[in-house]
């Protein structure tokens, strides 16, 4: 019998949602790197569709934060309250050791469009904000050209040896990027939860593996605790034999307030996985390896 307990050693979670945070979360990047390495884990990341969150890793350096015996990291989300596109904001967020640069996603106009859904789900924000303005990759506003910034962008994630992530772009507009990601010399990418909001064809997530991405599932979208819950675990076993669990992840993507802590749901979501038929070893390359290898913490 497989201890689900032992799948979580030296597992990384590369979509935790800690405070501080304009949407209302139920910890911090210090309780939640702790909870991980009580579970075994060997590194998180920690986002936020806001702000930079190397800065906030950085800060919490000074008060303990690596005596969790796990690495953290932080990264930027390339949304209009860090001035979307903006090489000057990446460029800080890696010189400060951010790992990811996600693509838009609370601007990404895949997300403003669906955030008029009720069925979306999205948590409402504890304190009052302007309203996002739709942030794209293209230059003149159609799909084509890809702006200029996104290009300066590229550079600076391949030279950092940083990762790309999707963010909730369109899937057109992340195959456009992940293309010129791949030519800029860009080896590590990832695309989150591509049946939620990206809502792309398993055409189109095949053709995002072939470029060298990663496809990353949420757990809390097959978590019936979480408000986010979409789907049963087959949906998810059909998404990871699809691609291959050598081309997937997992990612919590929890961390907000009234949802399941991230440690609680890989134990549940990786228990049913294996129940499901999925082997231990493919579960391990799914919360461990690929995360691992993708962060560069597998050496």
Same mark, same amino acid.
């Given at each position: 019998m497989i201890d689900v307990e032992k799948l979580l050693d030296g597992a990384v979670d590369l979509?935790?949602?800690?405070?501080?945070? #304009?949407?209302? !979360?139920? $910890?911090d990047a210090s309780e939640a790197a702790q909870r991980a390495a009580d579970a075994g884990m060997r590194a998180i990341v920690v986002k936020s569709h806001h702000h930079d969150t190397a800065m906030d890793v950085a800060a919490l350096r000074e008060h303990g934060i690596d005596r969790s015996g796990i690495q953290v990291f932080g990264g930027i989300a390339l949304n209009t309250q860090v001035g979307g596109f903006n090489p000057h904001a990446v460029n800080l967020c890696l010189a400060m050791g951010g790992r990811v640069v996600w693509l838009p996603t609370i601007a990404s106009p895949a997300h403003i469009a669906h955030h008029a859904d009720p069925n979306l789900r999205f948590p409402a924000l504890a304190v009052p904000l302007i309203p996002e303005q739709p942030l794209d990759v293209w230059a003149n506003g159609k799909p084509g050209e890809l702006r200029r910034e996104v290009h300066e962008i590229l550079k600076m994630i391949a030279e950092a &040896?940083?990762?790309?992530? +999707?963010?909730?772009?369109?899937?057109? +507009?992340?195959i456009a990027v992940f293309?010129?990601?791949?030519?800029?010399?860009?080896?590590? $990418?990832?695309?989150?939860? #591509?049946?939620?909001?990206?809502?792309?064809?398993? &055409?189109?997530? !095949?053709? $995002?593996?072939?470029?060298?991405?990663?496809i990353e599932h949420s757990?809390?979208?097959?978590?019936?605790? +979480?408000s986010f819950c979409n789907w049963r675990i087959d949906t998810l076993v059909d998404w990871i034999r699809w691609v291959g669990p050598e081309h997937s992840s997992l990612g919590s993507d929890l961390g907000q307030a009234n949802n399941?802590?991230?440690?609680? +749901?890989?134990?549940?979501?990786?228990?049913?996985?294996?129940?499901?038929g999925m082997t231990e070893r493919e579960v391990r390359s799914i919360v461990a390896d690929n995360p691992a290898r993708l962060v560069g913490v597998d050496g």
């Open positions: 979509h935790v949602h800690p405070y501080p945070s #304009p949407f209302p !979360r139920r $910890m &040896d940083a990762v790309l992530a +999707s963010g909730h772009l369109p899937p057109a +507009s992340i293309e010129a990601a791949r030519d800029a010399g860009v080896r590590r $990418m990832i695309v989150n939860h #591509p049946n939620f909001v990206i809502e792309a064809s398993k &055409d189109e997530v !095949r053709t $995002m593996v072939e470029l060298g991405a990663v757990l809390c979208m097959y978590d019936e605790e +979480s399941p802590l991230p440690v609680d +749901s890989f134990h549940k979501i990786c228990s049913r996985l294996i129940e499901a």
